[in-house]
């Protein structure tokens, strides 16, 4: 009874640790890459589980404005950065530094964001 009593529980630690690897993987960010993009934000959603940060940067070859979807960190982790639910606000002209998408689609994974002239970062 003992060994089936472990057997489940290290079943069910094991499912569950394989669910948080899925959920939190960065494999679609190229991390070996650091971009910078400048623009003004549309939205800023500081909400669980991941922060999002949506960029509208005007492409230098079309002269249109493409929308860039950022990723970041948990609200939480942010918050111990000094970030704060109002850090950006809708039509703030900002410089992002990010890890590009794989795939060349216009988004990623932020790692600062420079706005009025103060840096906001996810690893002071």
Not at 5 to 29: D, E, K, P
Not at 77 to 106: E, F, I, Y
Request: proline share 5%; glycine share 8%; no cysteine.
């Amino acid at each position: 009874m003992k060994s089936r009593l472990r057997f489940l529980v290290a079943a069910l630690m094991l499912s569950g640790a394989a669910t948080a690897l899925a959920h939190h993987s960065y494999a679609i960010f190229d991390a070996t890459k650091k971009v910078t993009i400048t623009g003004k934000v549309v939205r800023f959603d500081f909400i669980n589980p991941h922060t999002w940060l949506v960029v509208l940067v005007k492409d230098p070859q079309t002269g249109n404005d493409v929308e860039w979807r950022l990723e970041g960190m948990e609200p939480n982790s942010l918050a111990r950065h000094g970030w704060k639910r109002t850090s950006l606000q809708p039509g703030d002209a900002v410089s992002v530094l990010l890890n590009p998408m794989r795939d060349g689609t216009p988004g990623g994974s932020f790692l600062e964001v420079t706005v009025n002239g103060a840096v906001l970062s996810v690893t002071r």
